[in-house]
């Protein structure tokens, strides 16, 4: 019995492996559209930055206790893949986001790990106090991490698109938490088993909204403008210190054309028929 155990516990441990795997290949195609396009745009860099610190630290894990080498040997390669990530993202992100990040990946990885590491080592007494210790630290945080999905689950609700919540990345990280489940349940670590039950939770709701929204669009409108319906009329605006040289002007005009009209016009004719067509001028005084 013994043995069968020992053996789905290497089937599971395995499968896990592969599956943890092609959640690190997740990312590629995202990094792949921020190195066409020269810009990170709404990608953020805090679940690679999470996802190094997680990895080292079931690194320490599986150091301090026996019988884990699948542990290992996985998230040693994680190391890897997340470390590539943060430094794609730290040579196209923007300033300000490049600034944050290196705060993040300081405060977390170096400054935060390391304490782990010193206190767990100088202050506690005995190897299994220890793993003891350091299992309810990757315990608690792998909860965190797996909560940490409801703010991406929040926009897509919010939004109604799951341009930045990749399917690929819901899907492995679904299998990957039911493979880790059962191998920490076969190995008798609940400090490997219970985070993943949260993760295969998580993991089946993002699936779920991706089917719900993956289909809809971004309708994007756009301001027209309103047709114009009247014109203002052109008005010329006169000095009004000019305003008496151009009525002499006016006055000056009319007189010229009644005489030029007079003459063109046979005599005999009714006086009436001499006057002329008066223009209308209109003339604005500002104010």
Not at 87 to 116: D, E, H, S, W
Not at 219 to 233: G, S, T
């Amino acid at each position: 019995m013994a043995l069968l155990s020992a053996h789905w516990t290497l089937v599971f441990g395995l499968l896990g492996n592969v599956v943890s795997f092609m959640v690190f290949l997740a990312p590629i195609p995202t990094f792949y559209k921020v190195y066409k396009k020269k810009s990170t745009e709404g990608f953020q860099s805090v679940p690679y930055v999470v996802g190094l610190f997680s990895c080292m630290l079931w690194i320490y894990y599986a150091l301090l206790k026996s019988n884990t080498l699948l542990l290992i040997t996985i998230n040693s390669v994680g190391c890897v893949f997340q470390t590539t990530y943060i430094c794609l993202f730290l040579f196209y992100a923007p300033k300000k986001a490049r600034i944050q990040t290196l705060k993040l990946l300081v405060g977390m990885n170096v400054v935060g790990f390391g304490l782990i590491v010193i206190l767990t080592q100088f202050l506690t007494k005995g190897a299994l106090n220890r793993v003891v210790i350091v299992g309810w630290i990757c315990l608690v945080f792998s909860l965190c991490v797996f909560v940490a999905p409801l703010g991406v689950v929040r926009q897509v609700i919010r939004t109604k698109s799951v341009e930045y919540m990749p399917f690929l990345l819901s899907f492995f990280l679904t299998l990957s938490a039911v493979m880790w489940f059962f191998y920490g349940l076969l190995l008798k670590d609940y400090n490997i088993a219970v985070p993943n039950v949260l993760g295969f939770t998580f993991g089946i709701v993002q699936m779920v909204l991706y089917m719900m929204y993956k289909n809809t669009k971004k309708v994007m409108v756009k301001d027209e403008k309103l047709p114009e319906l009247f014109k203002d009329p052109e008005i010329i605006i006169i000095d009004d210190q000019k305003l008496p040289e151009l009525k002499e002007k006016i006055i000056d005009v009319m007189r010229l054309s009644a005489i030029v009209c007079s003459e063109m016009k046979p005599a005999g004719q009714d006086s009436k028929e001499k006057e002329l067509d008066m223009i209308e001028v209109q003339v604005v005084v500002p104010s």
